[in-house]
């Protein structure tokens, strides 16, 4: 099995897109991409929205040579509603459209489902369900909430396994600090984990420190009880500039059961590029007009 991230936090955008090869199939998970509209009062930098097109550029690319695409859920990092062409003629697996979500992303799975219907060969919905691509299967959790709680909605977590490795892709869990959220990724031992959070840079705003607990608990517990021999965690986590000061037990787990903790960036072989973390620096280094760039809310 190949994983390639193809863009991340890690990486300078807003994003968790990356493609899963096995000898019988080629899915693209989340093919989209974003930029956060606001951080430390600013905009976008123009480094950032130019690493945001190239991206892209890149996603739909490889999106062109896949047989399967997967929508985890539908926030705009993690589908993309104005570009249906990108899901001409693929199996599309998405999250459920009516079933355990919210008033906004209902609104937006009608929107984004009528828009590709058109291009697409087949849509299905993935909650809790189990698809087979010769002998690849793809795994599906039931919705579990976006983060700590269902304020924004539910996200479908993805496992993909060969027969000889299986690989799980959290979509936006933020942590994991919930039980249902840790059960599935257990039940599915991966080898490699893709792992949005914990979302430690709203850490005592919008994200408790029981919950940073929770997920450091629960990820050890996956490496004692899986032996998962690569973590990657991404996503949210890389919006701090400190992630790794916020680890220190995992990290230590880590090195001793011979386990690795990288970032997408690491995995994919670059260097860790955290643009939106430092945007204010960015303004500082490469003076650029502040003028707003059009954003969508996630």
Not at 162 to 183: C, I, M, N, W, Y
């Amino acid at each position: 099995m190949k994983i390639t991230p193809l863009a991340f936090d890690s990486m300078g955008v807003r994003s968790m897109a990356t493609l899963v090869e096995t000898d019988d199939v080629r899915i693209l998970i989340d093919p989209a991409v974003a930029l956060g509209p606001y951080r430390n009062g600013l905009p976008p930098h123009p480094l950032e929205i130019a690493e945001m097109k190239e991206r892209w550029a890149r996603i739909k690319e490889m999106a062109s040579g896949c047989d399967s695409l997967i929508v985890t859920h539908y926030h705009y990092d993690h589908h993309n509603p104005d570009e249906p062409e990108v899901y001409e003629g693929k199996r599309v697996l998405v999250k459920h459209p009516k079933e355990n979500i919210n008033y906004s992303q209902k609104q937006r799975a009608a929107f984004f489902l009528k828009h590709i219907g058109p291009a697409a060969k087949k849509i299905d919905f993935s909650d809790g369900n189990r698809f087979k691509f010769g002998k690849t299967e793809v795994a599906f959790s039931r919705a579990v909430p976006h983060g700590t709680n269902s304020m924004l909605g539910y996200v479908t977590m993805v496992s993909i396994s060969d027969g000889s490795e299986r690989f799980l892709h959290t979509s936006d869990v933020e942590g994991p600090s919930l039980d249902e959220q840790a059960k599935f990724m257990i039940d599915s031992k991966p080898d490699v984990l893709i792992c949005d959070g914990p979302m430690t840079y709203m850490l005592g705003y919008r994200y408790p420190a029981p919950a940073l607990e929770a997920s450091v608990r629960n990820l050890v517990r996956l490496i004692d009880e899986c032996g998962t021999r690569t973590l990657v965690l991404d996503h949210h986590f890389l919006r701090d500039i400190k992630w790794k000061e916020r680890i220190p037990v995992l990290l230590e787990k880590c090195k001793d059961s011979g386990s690795k903790v990288q970032t997408a960036a690491e995995f994919a072989g670059e260097e860790t590029n955290l643009l939106e973390s430092i945007r204010a620096e960015l303004y500082k280094r490469h003076p650029a007009d502040k003028k707003q760039y059009k954003v969508r809310e996630d």
